[in-house]
């Protein structure tokens, strides 16, 4: 067994043998939900109270001398690497919740992870140049988790933890889930240079106000519509077999390939290898076009899709990153074994 699998197991092990009902029933305030609740899930990582992580650590907020954290984690080091803001068992985390963790972070230099959790619900925030990125990297609910969350949740293992990597993790995430809006925002309201890329294509050499907004125009749904039809009949053309590749076989092979590209573990000539080939029944990422090389095999369908990876099906509700990215660890497993 693996030492991600041992981790897994072990994880998975401590929580299944916690009485959970009779811990949310006396868990009925912040003070007691913090007891009986968030400490113990700490335990379970394997942190030791003092030595790794203390109560109420002050933080000069801007105005606020001496404001108290929650709990800040150490690890034995002067200053935090986390921060955990909690509230009580079962409450809503809210916006202005957040806000309170960002203003503790933004005024803590060493701090580079933010966690917001009401003991049961637990959210993961990366730092960045201004402050917490809004948008939590991972969420675990102790009530209900896959084996790919307690993977991910592994990472914050005393024995495991490594800021660098969780950074790495964390901006993959977040890069991936930035290009759909990326790209939407970039033709639902064209940019300068993009009018000029188009114009260029089409033969011409200036663009006046009157032709960007010709252009700009005719940027809509009806042709980007129109453009993913031409594309399909192209990919079909390229590939023998007569396949077609869907826009959502692309999209998934697209998130994997760039999760590859944003991982450390990749050469850009280990990336120029990897590849897929549609078939009937299933759409295969593959090293070097070589079947023998399978880094794994999508199998998308009305009722059920899941990503086959060694001959193990990890489910997916739909292709999206979050959902993609669930099943990260093994699908670059799969990708570095058959890059040798």
């Not at 909690?86 to 409450?91: F, I, R, S």
């Not at 049961?120 to 084996?147: A, C, M, R, V």
């Not at 993009?194 to 009806?222: F, P």
């Amino acid at each position: 067994m693996g030492k991600s699998a041992q981790l897994v197991r072990s994880l998975n092990k401590k929580l299944k043998s916690w009485d959970l009902k009779k811990t949310i029933k006396f868990s009925k305030d912040e003070a007691t939900s913090r007891d009986f609740l968030i400490h113990p899930f700490l335990e379970m990582l394997d942190y030791e109270r003092i030595d790794d992580y203390t109560h109420e650590y002050s933080a000069d907020v801007k105005g606020r001398k001496g404001t108290k954290v929650d709990i800040a984690v150490t690890f034995g080091k002067k200053s935090p690497v986390i921060v955990i803001e909690c509230k009580k068992a079962g409450q809503k985390l809210s916006d202005r919740n957040f806000k309170q963790l960002n203003e503790y972070v933004l005024y803590t230099p060493s701090v580079k992870v933010g966690i917001l959790t009401n003991g049961l619900n637990w959210q993961f925030y990366i730092k960045g140049d201004s402050g917490l990125n809004h948008t939590p990297f991972f969420t675990f609910n102790i009530e209900d988790y896959s084996n790919s969350d307690l993977e991910s949740l592994s990472m914050f293992m005393k024995s495991e933890f490594n800021i660098n990597e969780i950074q790495e993790e964390a901006e993959s995430i977040h890069f991936l889930e930035k290009f759909d809006d990326a790209l939407f925002s970039v033709l639902n309201n064209p940019t300068a240079s993009l009018v000029k890329s188009i114009n260029e294509e089409m033969g011409g050499k200036r663009v006046t106000d009157k032709i960007a907004q010709k252009i700009t125009d005719l940027i809509n749904s009806i042709s980007l519509k129109d453009v993913y039809e031409r594309m399909v009949v192209e990919e079909a053309k390229q590939n023998s077999s007569g396949v077609i590749t869907t826009a959502e076989e692309i999209k998934a092979f697209n998130v994997i390939k760039t999760m590859f590209a944003m991982s450390s573990k990749f050469k850009n000539s280990e990336l120029e290898r990897i590849g897929f080939r549609d078939q009937k029944n299933s759409f295969k990422i593959l090293v070097d076009d070589n079947q023998k090389k399978c880094v794994c095999n999508i199998i998308l369908k009305e009722k059920i899709s899941f990503i086959e990876v060694s001959g193990k099906k990890l489910s997916i509700d739909d292709v999206t990153v979050s959902e993609i990215t669930k099943h990260k660890t093994a699908i670059i497993s799969s990708a570095i074994k058959n890059l040798k």
